[in-house]
């Protein structure tokens, strides 16, 4: 070994140029997406929090001084004193969001399985006639609902003659309409994760239960579902967090009577315009949200099966 | 006659299964299982000896036939309710459970208070030294010791009967081999009849009381292992087992008959059989000068393969015909009692040695 390729000189320009064209490399493939992350979502949601503390100008819109009026605003404080009214409706969208989820397992089920209990050629198709009407426009699909729940339809007559509602009145709009379009529009987020979960399911684990005395719902719970946990986990997160802000389903099938934070939200931008307010709620919805992932993370890792979902 | 006395024991009547398109598994089986016996299913993959297994277990339903175990019909009562546990190819080990709490799950499925469960559990991984793995989750685990989790998650039971569909063949040799003499003793220590099934016929040797030689959905031949590879009744059975050499033989006067390595003289004269078979260590191998050549059934050829294998050495000779006869040869000898391909040697085969086969 000469002493000139031993040199530390030489070595450290190496080892610099070797740095340079990693760091190249790095940018070159994560660049791109990085650009995009911080202009589509951290960009806009630093200007929203910074809306978050301006006062109201004259047609809603941010106007200086600064001030922490919004944020108290959130928490229920108004010039006429504290109101439950928005802790009420956190609760409301959080309760949706959660119905909407037990509502959607509950129907995911029993249509995986069946799937996967088809002929493997055949899966492909029956899981397409899930999502496909998901390609349709939201607010189509919610308007249809409008059609079939309306004061006119057939289903109503039948609630109406059943006694369920008054003569006159529909099953829409309320909370029942509402529940029931959350759970049409977001039971394809629950069908294919968990469709990946049960299609790829260890079946000699069921008949490991069954040698081993288990039948039925003992079965089920002790061979099937910790196998599809993974899969239940991510369809929760894909179902829950877009259902507790939805707009579309509140507004068009909820009628006035129960506002959702979405709803909320969306109002004090188009309605009565109050864009601070409307920042800082969106704001305190995005830590909410963060919040709920991070608990559920928690929770997820603790059943020990955080691996393979998207958490 | 529900008695104690067949307790273990399995009587399988006619059993056929088909699957779709036709493919017949199973083909009408009638076999009669002793309690408290080592019973080996040995065939080719595809032979029907796992569908067998699973029709004793319960997961496949025989499409003809009756299956009694322990002195009761079972070929209509679902796996929970048979006194049979399976040891799985895959050990299916629930991945959300560890190791205690796979071990513990049929006596808590069975409703069986937590106090025994420990017990129990705790003995049966002593038994099987596994108890310094109670608490961990059987990914942690190596094969072997899976392995044994597996084992004792079906033994804990107390089974009539324990089925193993080829448990041993994921692990290395040296670990199989440990595990196949484990197996054994804790057969004989607990007194349960264990079905094993297996392609491995060294594996059937060493471990079985008896073995059923199976193909295309039928038994070929059942008895003790012995016999089997002794006295094998067909020509797949002594292919199957262990080496073999095998000639179509043609009736000569007297005590002979034609081969294509000339005339063989055997014990008594030949009927039906139309198959000669010798194992490779029945047939003694000299140097060509030293051929007894008094004796009947020498043959004179040339080494041209010889493969050392530590405690034998296989050699195939030609002879001067041109055919080819395997012969096994031990090394307890002194070194000049081995020999080189293009040696010339002479081989004897021993009437008493050579068996007949129908057709």
């Not at chain 2, 009927?271 to 078979?277: K, L």
């Amino acid at each position: 070994m000469s002493a000139l390729t031993g040199s530390p000189f030489l070595q450290g320009t190496a080892e610099r140029a070797e740095r340079a064209a990693r760091a190249l490399r790095l940018w070159i493939t994560a660049g791109p997406g990085l650009v995009w992350i911080v202009i589509f979502l951290i960009l806009p949601s630093a200007i929203l929090l910074a809306i978050g503390f301006f006062s109201i100008g004259n047609y809603g819109n941010p106007h200086l001084p600064l001030t922490l009026e919004p944020f108290r605003e959130v928490a229920g404080y108004s010039i006429l004193g504290w109101s439950p009214d928005n802790i009420e409706t956190i609760l409301r969208s959080l309760l949706q969001a959660i119905s909407a989820a037990i509502l959607t397992i509950l129907l995911a089920y029993p249509v995986v399985f069946f799937i996967v209990a088809q002929p493997v050629a055949l899966r492909p198709l029956l899981l397409l006639f899930v999502i496909l009407p998901s390609w349709t426009n939201q607010v189509v699909r919610t308007y249809a609902w409008m059609e079939l729940l309306g004061p006119g339809s057939a289903l109503s007559h039948l609630a109406q003659t059943l006694g369920f509602i008054p003569p006159h009145l529909g099953l829409m709009p309320g909370v029942f309409a509402m529940q029931i379009g959350l759970t049409y529009n977001y039971l394809p987020y629950m069908v294919v994760p968990l469709y990946a979960a049960a299609e790829k399911l260890d079946w000699t684990l069921v008949e490991a239960g069954r040698d081993l005395y288990a039948s039925g719902t003992k079965l089920f719970w002790s061979a099937v579902f910790p196998q599809t946990i993974p899969g239940l986990l991510s369809g929760i997160i894909l179902v829950a967090i877009p259902a507790f802000g939805d707009y579309v389903v509140p507004t068009l099938l909820g009628g006035g009577k129960s506002m959702m934070i979405g709803s909320l939200i969306a109002s004090q931008f188009l309605d009565t315009p109050n864009w601070p307010y409307g920042a800082a709620l969106t704001i305190f919805m995005l830590v909410f949200t963060c919040g709920g992932l991070i608990v559920f993370r928690v929770m997820s890792k603790r059943l020990g099966t955080s691996e393979g979902s998207m958490i | 006659m529900p008695g104690t006395t067949d307790r273990g024991g399995i009587t399988l009547e006619g059993i056929s299964r088909v699957f779709g398109g036709g493919i017949v598994a199973v083909d009408q089986i009638d076999l009669a299982i002793r309690p408290g016996e080592f019973f080996t299913l040995l065939g080719p993959s595809g032979c029907g000896k796992t569908t067998l297994l699973r029709m004793i277990a319960g997961f496949e339903t025989p499409d003809s036939g009756r299956i009694v175990i322990s002195g009761r019909e079972m070929q209509t009562v679902p796996p929970h309710r048979r006194a049979v546990n399976t040891v799985f190819q895959s050990y299916a080990l629930f991945p959300h459970l560890n190791v205690a709490e796979n071990i513990g799950f049929g006596l808590r499925m069975r409703g069986i208070a937590r106090a025994e469960r420990k017990f129990r559990t705790d003995q049966i991984m002593a038994l099987l030294q596994i108890d310094d793995f109670a608490t961990r989750n059987p990914a942690q685990l190596s094969g072997g010791q899976r392995q044994r989790v597996a084992l004792a998650r079906a033994l804990v039971n107390e089974p009539e009967v324990v089925l193993l569909d080829e448990p041993l063949s994921a692990l290395d040799a040296k670990l199989r081999a440990e595990l196949q003499v484990e197996l054994m003793r804790m057969q004989k220590r607990l007194g349960m009849t264990f079905i094993f099934v297996t392609h491995d016929q060294q594996e059937a040797l060493v471990m079985s009381d008896r073995i059923a030689v199976m193909e295309r959905g039928r038994l070929l031949q059942v008895g003790p292992v012995l016999d089997v590879y002794e006295q094998p009744r067909s020509v797949f059975v002594a292919e199957f087992l262990g080496l073999s050499n095998i000639w179509p033989i043609t009736p000569a006067p007297g005590n002979t008959a034609d081969t294509p390595l000339g005339r063989l003289t055997i014990v008594t004269p030949i009927g039906n059989e139309r198959t000669a078979m010798i194992r490779p260590e029945k047939i003694w191998i000299y140097n060509d000068t030293a051929a007894p050549l008094d004796r009947p059934n020498i043959f004179r050829g040339t080494v041209r393969e010889a493969i050392y294998m530590g405690a034998s050495t296989q050699y195939r000779v030609e002879l001067h015909d041109g055919s080819i006869v395997l012969a096994l040869d031990t090394n307890n000898q002194a070194a000049e009692r081995s020999w080189q391909p293009g040696e010339a040697v002479a081989l004897e085969i021993k009437p008493e040695n050579i068996i007949l086969i129908d057709g």
